[in-house]
């Protein structure tokens, strides 16, 4: 075992041992958190603030103090000088919509996240008020409500300038932040979407858009591109001739300027394409995802999906492209494009709810991005886009404060070993604590849950 790891154990021991048994349930309302003597990553910048108080008040961080006066009847969470306290995680695209999977994504560090489409009325219109409110346990939710051009990837679909402005004001009565747009749209009805989002404060991401392509539609307003590899199908040119090749690495910079002159972010979504790429034309490769440890936390309708899944019926190789996807994310790293984490889960087999989120970050790092620049992707970038989204938004995403109080207690520090967040010590979503053990009843909930729906009557 590394040193860096021993220290993590014999941490995590001692505050397994001191740590007081919180109560994970009640109200961020009135309540008072002080995290004790705690190594503060804050993600403003690459540093850690040592042996420091972080007080929380009503959801909310109040004080960040070397030394200061603990409030009388607050809950104390001691670090002992060996524990860091880091952002909250955030996947900026998930497909999950149950309260099953909102506790697996709490229970892996994930206090943030961004459904991108399908999610059903129920969960937009019930489920996430009810975590907002504390009433169930699981991330912070935000909503974009996908639109098309034709109904045959089974979305929402206008045919015209004066159907896409309604559709707008629908989603923005029911409550939805963003509108997603999809493959095909017309220029037309692509225009009114981004106009109208505009005037209604529901800014476009998504897609590329066939007819549009993605510099037409990040010059015309699109806030956030979806997928790093929508850059493959809407922006760098193909061949019929040559499927398999990868892009012309001479139009990065290209790519980027149109990122940057339009100040818009990218969700890096490396290791969803590499999971794809990983069972094209492989049905073995499904099985093994099916037989994996996690799949005991996926609801067992994806787990038919996945067995289903068509990329294991593909031809032909992505390996190119992969590799071609992992210079251009680096390269739009280092050129300072605002990156976001996201995962596409639970959609792709293999990329689960939660823990998909941890591969993507350690193949962002294997991509050659710093750790501080990978876990940026989950933790400040996401609370910059929110906030460029809707600029009256409660900030998080930092530890400072008046931020949210959304926390990791961590057993190393994630700036010197990433798999840290894999094994949060503890997780405050909007004020509302959880230790390791309160993680673990979540997990052995939702386990349990889909074991009934499985076991025969």
Same mark, same amino acid.
């Given at each position: ?77 001691? *670090?002992?000088? =060996?524990?860091? $306290?880091?952002?909250? @995680? ?8 149950? +309260? &099953? !999977? ?105 897609? *590329?858009?066939? =007819?549009?392509? $993605?510099?037409?539609? @990040? ?8 997928? +790093? &590899? !929508? ?227």
């Amino acid at each position: 075992m590394s040193p860096v790891h021993l220290a993590a154990a014999a941490c995590a021991a001692c505050l397994a041992l001191l740590s007081p048994r919180p109560f994970a349930a009640e109200s961020a309302q009135g309540a008072v958190t002080a995290f004790v003597d705690v190594n503060v990553v804050p993600m403003d910048s690459e540093r850690v603030l040592p042996h420091r108080t972080v007080l929380v008040r009503d959801g909310r961080i109040a004080a960040i103090e070397a030394s200061m006066p603990v409030p009388p009847g607050a809950r104390i969470v001691e *670090g002992h000088g =060996r524990a860091y $306290l880091a952002p909250g @995680l955030a996947d900026m695209h998930t497909h999950a919509d149950t +309260a &099953e !999977e909102m506790k697996v994504y709490l229970a892996n560090g994930v206090t943030s996240v961004l459904n991108m489409g399908e999610a059903s009325n129920a969960f937009v219109g019930r489920i996430r008020q009810a975590i907002h409110a504390g009433t169930k346990p699981g991330p912070h939710v935000y909503a974009a409500f996908v639109v098309d051009g034709s109904p045959r990837y089974g979305h929402f679909s206008v045919t015209n300038a004066d159907e896409a402005r309604w559709i707008v004001r629908l989603a923005k009565t029911n409550g939805y932040e963003f509108i997603k747009v999809y493959n095909d749209l017309s220029p037309e009805a692509f225009a009114a979407l981004v106009e109208e989002g505009r005037a209604q404060g529901l800014p476009v991401v998504g897609h *590329g858009v066939t =007819r549009v392509g $993605l510099q037409r539609q @990040l010059d015309a307003g699109q806030l956030m591109v979806a997928h +790093a &590899e !929508e850059f493959l199908y809407a922006f760098f040119p193909t061949s019929d001739a040559a499927p398999d090749a990868a892009p012309d690495a001479q139009r990065i910079p290209e790519a980027i300027q149109t990122i940057r002159r339009n100040r818009a972010f990218v969700t890096a979504d490396l290791n969803t394409y590499a999971t794809i790429a990983r069972q094209w034309g492989r049905p073995d490769v499904v099985a093994g995802f099916l037989r994996r440890p996690q799949t005991r936390w996926l609801a067992p309708q994806w787990r038919i999906d996945w067995s289903g899944s068509g990329y294991a019926k593909r031809s032909g190789s992505l390996d190119a492209k992969l590799a071609f996807l992992a210079r251009f994310i680096k390269a739009m790293s280092d050129a300072g494009v605002p990156l976001l984490a996201g995962t596409d889960a639970p959609t792709i087999p293999g990329v689960a709810p939660g823990t998909s989120l941890h591969d993507d970050l350690q193949a962002l790092e294997r991509a050659g991005l710093s750790r501080y620049r990978a876990l940026e992707t989950a933790t400040r970038t996401p609370g910059e886009l929110i906030r460029r989204a809707m600029p009256g938004a409660e900030p998080f995403g930092t530890v400072a404060p008046g931020s949210r109080a959304d926390l990791l207690l961590l057993a190393a520090n994630p700036l010197e070993d990433l798999s840290t967040v894999r094994t949060p010590l503890g997780v405050m979503t909007n004020g509302r604590w959880y230790a390791r053990e309160d993680l673990r009843k979540l997990l052995d909930d939702v386990a349990a849950t889909y074991a009934r729906a499985t076991t025969p009557r």
